[in-house]
Structures are given as structure tokens and as C-alpha cells.
């Protein structure tokens, strides 16, 4: 496989003005007519017109109107390359698409006999000969024919202009998209879908037509999609003034889809996850998905569509921006301060469980890339959530009204064109009048920064200093890092967990929280006029992605729990409490030591449950402990087996200890009468159902039948499944008595919800992710008749679930985990390599491992990068792996 450089971009060699595609369509063949019309591009060294084209077959090539020889052209499996092209060109393209045939789910495909497409990143090579760049943007119009019954829909980017019938059974449509794009944000759809529609007034006054478009039998599932669509129109307008600027928005949900979404221009499509919800099948953390996902899809229209990247080393400027963008939209949608801090911390811990440790691994990158095999691979959580991450780190330097005019700037000189990480970053600078030179290490260097704290009083002075440094892991191909330009929030709390008024030497203002910028190695920050007595709150509100390292007392850290203003912080003090005894009690279940558990940390947990002026989310964040994998990132070398005892020895203990709390939280935060997805809702049955789950850790027969109870009685789909899962999912699982019941429970849910793909998912992944979970279970559901390989949310649900989310029953000592892993990335290989390229990463900490384990890994890695016709998806994450 070829290695592509960030480097070695050059500029295209034509431009192209405008597309017409004409399509006919048909499962078998497809035939596609193009026809485009493209100048020389003078600025560009190269001097050939280069079209890209995979898996298609080339029926017609016609320039400017004539017939082209074989011998004026060179077809690889690839490339089209005319050497010879004049300065203005229009080429007439007709290729046939066997479009059943294609399991990939990129390019043009069949899901339940309708039509979908996915482009993204370079998928529109599968449909036709086309410079497939993301700097190449062109006006598209685009013909639809097919058979009336069996595609009563046919819709693609932009307007609808025209529609008729063909006479022979078939008819036809006509779209025209107003706005230039690139390529891989061409979409079409066709089949037998139904829609749910609504004219939408903009701000502005101007009528919109809104549809949310599903398979029938659906429709009573997409309220909430198009409650999200509006909420997120109307939040751009009124955060970033940018207003979605088609007459009609589409969203289209499928159930095969590799992605959660896809931002195409005005004909988004969607994974069916990220759509349909009704409380009957859909959790709490569903709706906030969709609501998520919905609007980041929405907010790509400016945030990437209207200006997008000129090469796909870029792709943070577009993804890193806009998953910021729906991070705050989620945020401000809550609307309170406290849920808003909530979204903060679930954020946060999704970077820190994923991205953190992709960052100390063999696929480690730097958010703009410097190089790529398969530019699929590189949709990570580096791209996305670390790329939100410098995004919020411009927010916070430069605050809420020097954010805002940075993105008027970027808006001001690139909209309609594409460009870099670069361009973003001068429009943020100079809009603001700042320096952020140093700023660019974010996008260039690669690993998490580990920023140390000290801190030293002088008493004669009454001067508290705060001593920051920083260094950064070497990574694949960066042994030298350079110091970031780190914002830094900090608060101090006194003795009676008041904030102090800070005032840093030197200067006259004061304030609860002060950002300070460290930019060396080593700085030390000086504040005046504080007293001995003062607790540091440091990385507020997680102002950068780094590693804090401070030396933190017990006493401190309960006391930042108990009282911190910032609640990230005060979340984060419980984390390392939990942190530090999970640590040393894994060491003790390695050494066979008796394990115990303080009481100053059962307290200062106790004390949380049941404090009543914190919301029920938060508490339930703080009661969740840091996850296996978390875990296993803190050690040298992570032993799953003792993380698992160790964490459920926490919980148990939690639970004997805090019952009658547990119980009492439970009370409490029951949500009787209509379900409301809602924030406050939300947490409460979070709480719940998070004592729900720790009382069953420490049974008896009335907390299990609690559990069973509320399964059975269930009025919505967070309330069911937490039951079942707290039922599946506790050590007492593993108890002979309950294993009837479980059974019984299990097979009622799936004779309940046969007919909802989504639930099922859930169903799998319970399983999957159970304590009593072995690869033979899994291997055994995967030969029932409702699993599937070739359904990229099925294969998720159940071997993603087990091979990631049950790290102990994954790492069974005899490899068979591996062995597992190992089949069915060479089964999904040859079906579908995105997905396949996705699991072979559940392989990547595998160095961490115990050396039997590592040994057994290593030779399933090997047995895979083996493979005959190993896709380079496949290919470039398992020669990572190995190097
Ligand atoms: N559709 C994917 C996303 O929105 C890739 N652009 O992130
Ligand atoms: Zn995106």
C-alpha cells in the first residue's frame, strides 16, 4: 500500500465548473451518465487531467465531443489520466454501478432494496471517472430514473426542479444544487420511503421545508429528529448568525450505515441510531445522540460544506469545529449552568477514554495528520474530539465575543472556498489581534501533554506560586515534542471551600478563575495576597486536553469534592479518589492481599448521593467510577482480569456500604407519568438507575426483585434496559439462583422488541458486554438468525461490544478472544473494510498487555496482517499494530 503526504499536496490540475449526472437506476446496473465541464488550472504543476475511479466500469469517454481512443488515455485500477487535454474540457463519462454487489456501504449502494450513497471521503470514485478531491468544487445537477414502484422516491442534493413521469413504468427527478461542493458531498436516495414534513420559518422570515425521511412503519419515531433539526437552525442563527441557506433540508435514515451521518448538502443521511426514537425503544442517552448528531450534521452546512477542507489532511478544520459546534448546542440547549457542565464532563470522558489512549498508541497522529494509507482510517476521536478540543482552547484564550468575531473573519474570506487548519487559525488570530504561532504545535504534534503542578507559599510575601510544565510522549515519527500554548484555568479554594479572588502579581484585576497561558517548558504564576490555606482547582472546566499531574492530599481532594466551584473539577476530585484506591487494590488482587476500602472515600461519595442542591446527573457522575479501560491506561502493564475484581470490588463495597442511601436516591428519582427526554428527566432516571445498579452488586432478594420489577413494569426503553442490565450485569450474576430469571428476561425482551433493529443491537450488546460473557457465547450469537456481518450496527453490537467493552472476558487467558477478533476482521475484510479496519483497532494497547497475553495478541495481529487480499483499511492499522 502507498503512503500519501500531507507534504506532497498539489493543487488540481483542472477545475470544474459544473456536473450533470443523468442516473438510471438499477440494483444489478446502474448506468450513469456525467457530463463535466473543467478549465485548466494555470497555478497547478500538474500538467495531466487526472479523474479517480475504483470498482466501476468505463462504458464511454467522450472529450469535447469526441469519441477517445484507448491509446489518449491510461486506465489503472484507480486513476483515469488523459495526458494531453486542452485548457477547456468537457468530458462525457457513462460507467455502470453493480450497486447490489457492493457491501461496502461506500459509493453507490443497495439497504433494503432502496438506493443510498456515502462519498465521503472518496466514495464518489465508485460512481463515476472524477477529479474525487475535496478542493474540486463544481455546481451539480442531477437526473434520477427508475422504476415508480419499486423507487416512488427519488431524491438528491439541493432543489427539486422538475419531476414527470417516463411512460414505461418508470419516472424521474430533477435536482439542482445552488451551491458549489465537492464531490464526496454528492448524495442520492431512492426507494420506498415515507417522510415526515414541516415548513420551518428562518429567522429571516424565509419558509423552509424540513423532511425527515424513513422506512415505513417508522414514522412514529421521528418527532424527535426534527425537533433537533429546528433547535439546531434556530441555535446557528442565533449563536454564529449563519443561516441554513437551501428551501428544503432532507435527513434520510438507513439502517447500513458505516458512519453515525452525513452532512450532505441538503440531503443528509443518516445512520437509522441517530434518527428514530419514540420512548418505547429509544434510552435517554438515544435521544441525546440523535439530538447531537442531528445538529452536527446540521451545522456542517457552513462549518464544511460552505467552507470545507482543500485535502483530507484537513479534516479536523471541518469535523474538530463542528463537533465543537454540537458540543455547545448541546450545552446551551440544557440550559442551565449545571447541565450544561454535565454535557462538559461526558464529553471529557469520552476523550479521555478514547482519545487519550489512541494518543499513547500505535495509531497515534497529530489532529491535521502529516501522512495516511487509507484516509478512512483517520476519522478518529484525535480528528474529531481532540480537534474540539483545540477548538475550545481558542474559545477559551480568546472568550465568547473573540471566538465569534474569528469565525465572522473565517466566514468573511473563505466562504465557497476550500482550505486548511491554517486558514482557521490566522482568522481566529486576526480577527483578535493575536499571536497563535505557537498555537499551530496543537495541529502538528501529536500525543497528550502531561502538565505538571506545583505549588509553594511564601509567608513573609503572602505570595502563593503555582509552578506549571509541561512534556509531551514521543509518538510513531515524533521523538521531540515542543512546548503547546497551554490555556490553564485555575481557581484557589479556601478553608471553608469559598473561591479566593485571585490577583496575579503584577496586576490589578482579580477573578474566581484566571487562565493563564503557559507557553515554555516551565512557568511559574505568582498570586498575591493569599493565604496558606488554599486548595488549587486546576484545569477548570478541562480548559485544555491535557494530563494534570499534581500532587493532590486525600483531604484535598475530598475537600475539591465537597465544595469546588467548577464541577468539572469537583467531578474530577472523586475521579482521583476513585483512581488512586482502584490502583492500589488492583496491585493487591495481583499480590492475593485481602482488599479493603477506606472510610474517607466511602464518605465523601456518601456525602455526594446525598447532597440535594447538586443536580441528580451530576451525582451520578461522581458515583461512576473510572472505567476498566481508564483503568488500564493509569498501569505499565494492565492485567484486565485484576481491574475487573478490583472495580467490582468497589462497587460492592460501595454498595454494602451506602444501601440504605442507594435506596433512598432510588426513591427519590423515580419519574412517574409522561417520558420527557429532557435534561433534568434524564438525570434523575440516570441516578436511579445508577443505584439501581450498585444495590444489585451487594444482593438480597428484595434489591434483585427491585431490578426485576422495574424491568417489568417499565413505561420507556432507559428504564428497561438499565434494569436488565443491572440484572445482567452485577457480580451476583454470576450466582446459579439468579441464571433462570436472566434467561427468562432476556428472551422476553427479544420476543418484546424482535421487530426494532435498534433494540436488538441493545440486546446483543447486553450480552456481549455481561461478566458471564465467554467468546463461545458470542460465537454462539452469532449464529443466530438475527445476526448479521454484513450489518455494520449489528457486527457492533455484538463483537465490537465484547472485543472492546468487556476487556476481562476479551483478554481470556487462553486467546480465544483473539482468535475471535482475529476471524471476524478477516470475515469483515473481504465484506466491508471500513468496519473491518475499525475492529482490527480493539488490537491497539495490545503491547500493555501481560506477556502471555501480548504473545497471543501478536500472533492473532500476525494471523490477520497474513490475510490474502488484506484491504489497506485492514492493512494499515495491523502493520501499525505490529511496528
Ligand atoms: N459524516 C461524518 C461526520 O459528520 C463525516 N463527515 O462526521
Ligand atoms: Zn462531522
Known amino acids: 500500500p502507498v503512503t500519501i503526504y500531507r507534504k506532497d499536496y498539489v493543487a488540481p490540475g483542472f477545475w470544474v465548473d459544473t456536473v450533470e449526472m443523468g442516473f438510471d437506476l438499477h440494483p444489478q446496473r446502474t448506468h450513469v451518465a456525467t457530463r463535466i465541464t473543467m478549465r485548466r488550472n494555470h497555478d497547478s504543476a500538474e500538467k495531466d487531467l487526472v479523474l479517480f475511479g475504483e470498482d466501476i466500469k468505463l462504458l464511454q469517454l467522450r472529450m469535447n465531443g469526441v469519441n477517445l481512443k484507448k491509446n489518449a488515455y491510461t486506465l489503472t485500477k484507480e486513476r483515469l489520466v488523459i495526458s494531453s487535454a486542452p485548457d477547456q ?20 449502494y443497495v439497504s433494503n432494496g432502496n438506493f443510498f450513497t456515502q462519498c465521503e471521503a472518496e466514495g464518489f470514485r465508485k460512481i463515476t471517472f472524477f477529479p474525487d478531491r475535496p478542493d474540486v468544487m463544481a455546481s451539480y445537477t442531477v437526473m434520477l430514473r427508475g422504476d415508480k414502484k419499486l423507487y416512488p422516491v427519488l431524491l438528491s442534493n439541493g432543489n427539486l426542479i422538475e419531476q414527470g413521469d417516463l411512460g414505461d413504468g418508470r419516472h424521474y427527478a430533477k435536482w439542482e444544487d445552488p451551491f458549489k461542493k465537492p464531490s464526496y458531498l454528492f448524495a442520492l436516495v431512492a426507494g420506498k420511503l415515507v417522510c415526515q414534513e414541516e415548513k420551518y420559518k428562518l429567522k429571516s422570515g424565509r419558509k423552509v ?8 412503519g417508522n414514522l412514529d419515531k421521528t418527532q424527535h429528529a426534527m425537533d433537533s433539526l429546528k ?56 435521544y441525546a445522540g440523535i439530538e447531537s448528531v442531528v445538529g452536527h450534521e446540521y451545522f456542517h452546512n457552513w462549518t464544511g460544506n460552505r467552507v470545507t477542507c482543500r485535502d483530507w489532511f484537513q479534516l479536523s478544520l471541518k469535523e474538530g469545529l463542528t463537533v465543537f459546534r ?119 504534534q501529536a500525543g497528550t501533554p502531561r502538565l505538571k503542578a506545583q505549588t509553594s507559599y511564601d509567608a513573609i510575601s503572602k505570595t502563593y506560586t503555582l509552578s506549571l510544565s509541561q512534556s509531551c510522549p514521543k509518538t510513531a515519527g515524533q521523538a521531540k515534542k515542543l512546548p503547546f500554548h497551554i490555556p490553564v484555568a485555575v481557581g484557589l479554594i479556601d478553608a471553608e471551600g469559598k473561591d479566593v479572588a485571585l490577583q496575579l502579581l503584577g496586576e490589578s484585576a482579580t477573578s474566581t478563575t484566571q487562565i493563564l497561558e503557559l507557553k515554555e517548558a516551565q512557568q511559574n504564576f505568582v498570586f498575591t495576597n493569599s493565604d496558606r490555606e488554599v486548595t488549587p482547582s ?19 481532594l475530598a475537600h475539591l469534592l465537597a465544595h469546588d466551584s467548577d464541577p468539572f473539577c469537583r467531578w474530577e476530585a472523586g475521579q482521583r479518589l476513585a483512581m488512586r484506591r482502584l490502583l492500589k487494590l488492583v496491585k493487591a488482587v495481583q499480590q492475593g492481599d485481602t482488599l479493603s476500602l477506606d472510610d474517607l472515600f466511602i464518605n465523601a461519595l456518601r456525602k455526594t448521593l446525598i447532597d440535594q442542591n447538586l443536580d441528580p446527573a451530576f451525582r451520578e457522575l461522581v458515583l461512576t467510577l ?57 438525570g434523575k432516571r440516570a441516578l436511579k438507575n445508577c443505584a439501581l445498579a450498585y444495590l444489585v452488586e451487594w444482593p438480597d432478594a428484595a434489591t434483585y426483585a427491585l431490578a426485576h420489577t422495574q424491568y417489568q413494569e417499565a413505561e420507556n426503553m432507559t428504564d428497561r434496559i438499565a434494569a436488565l442490565s443491572a440484572m445482567l450485569h452485577c457480580s451476583s450474576a454470576l450466582d446459579k439462583a439468579y441464571s433462570k430469571t436472566r434467561k427468562q428476561v432476556l428472551a422476553h425482551f427479544y420476543k418484546e422488541f424482535e421487530s426494532e433493529a435498534l433494540v436488538i443491537d441493545k440486546w446483543f450488546t447486553l450480552q456481549a458486554t455481561a461478566p458471564t460473557a465467554d467468546v463461545e457465547q458470542v460465537r454462539a450469537l452469532m449464529q443466530h438468525k438475527a445476526f448479521s456481518m454484513s450489518n455494520p450496527n449489528r457486527a457492533r453490537s455484538l463483537i465490537f461490544a465484547f472485543c472492546n467493552a468487556n476487556p476481562a472476558r476479551f483478554h481470556a487467558a487462553d486467546g480465544s478472544g483473539y482468535g475471535l477478533w482475529a476471524d471476524c476482521v478477516i470475515a469483515l475484510n473481504k465484506l466491508n473494510p471500513q468496519v ?25 495481529l500476525q494471523r490477520v496482517a497474513a490475510t490474502k487480499n488484506l484491504s489497506k483499511d485492514v492493512s494499515e492499522v495491523v502493520t501499525k499494530a505490529l511496528a
Open 538 to 556: 486546576i484545569l477548570r472546566n478541562f480548559s485544555a486536553p491535557v494530563i494534570l499531574e499534581f500532587d493532590y492530599s486525600d483531604e484535598q
Open 89 to 108: 474540457v468537457m468530458l462525457e463519462i457513462e460507467t455502470a454501478i453493480a450497486a447490489d454487489k457492493n457491501t461496502t456501504m461506500s459509493g453507490l
Open 231 to 286: 433547535n439546531s437552525i434556530r441555535w446557528d442563527e442565533e449563536r454564529f448568525g449563519l443561516e441554513l441557506d437551501l428551501d428544503r433540508f432532507m435527513i434520510v435514515a438507513t439502517s447500513d450505515f458505516n458512519m453515525g451521518a452525513m452532512e450532505n448538502k441538503g440531503l443528509n443521511i443518516f445512520n437509522t441510531k441517530y434518527v428514530l426514537a419514540n420512548s418505547r425503544v429509544a434510552t435517554d442517552a438515544d
Open 836 to 860: 473491518a479496519a475499525r475492529l482490527s483497532r480493539s488490537m491497539d494497547r495490545w503491547t500493555k498487555l501481560p506477556k502471555a497475553n501480548k504473545a497471543l495478541m501478536k500472533a492473532a
Open 626 to 682: 473510572p472505567s476498566e479501560v481508564m483503568i488500564a491506561e493509569e498501569m505499565a502493564i494492565a492485567d484486565p482480569h485484576s481491574i475487573h475484581i478490583a472495580r467490582q470490588f468497589v462497587r460492592a463495597t460501595l454498595a454494602q456500604h451506602l444501601k440504605a442511601d442507594l435506596l433512598k436516591a432510588y426513591q427519590d428519582n423515580l419519574t412517574p407519568g409522561k417520558y420527557s427526554p429532557d435534561a433534568q428527566s434524564a
Open 326 to 444: 454540537d458540543q455547545e448546542f448541546s450545552g446551551d440547549l440544557v440550559g442551565n449552568e449545571t447541565g450544561r457542565a454535565v454535557k462538559r464532563i461526558e464529553d471529557v470522558r469520552v476523550l479521555r477514554q478514547l482519545q487519550f489512549s489512541e494518543d499513547a498508541g500505535p495509531m497515534a497522529h497529530p489532529v491535521r495528520p502529516d501522512s495516511f494509507v487509507e484516509i478512512n482510517n483517520f476519522y478518529t476521536v484525535t480528528v474529531y474530539e481532540k480537534g474540539s478540543e483545540v477548538v475550545r482552547m481558542y474559545y477559551t484564550l480568546l472568550g465568547h465575543e473573540g471566538f465569534r468575531k474569528g469565525m465572522d473573519l473565517y466566514f468573511q474570506r473563505h466562504d465557497g472556498q476550500a482550505v486548511t487548519c491554517d486558514d482557521f487559525r490566522a482568522a481566529m488570530a486576526d480577527a483578535n489581534g493575536r499571536d497563535l504561532k505557537q498555537f499551530e504545535r496543537w495541529y502538528s
Open 209 to 216: 421545508l424540513l423532511q425527515v425521511w424513513v422506512e415505513q
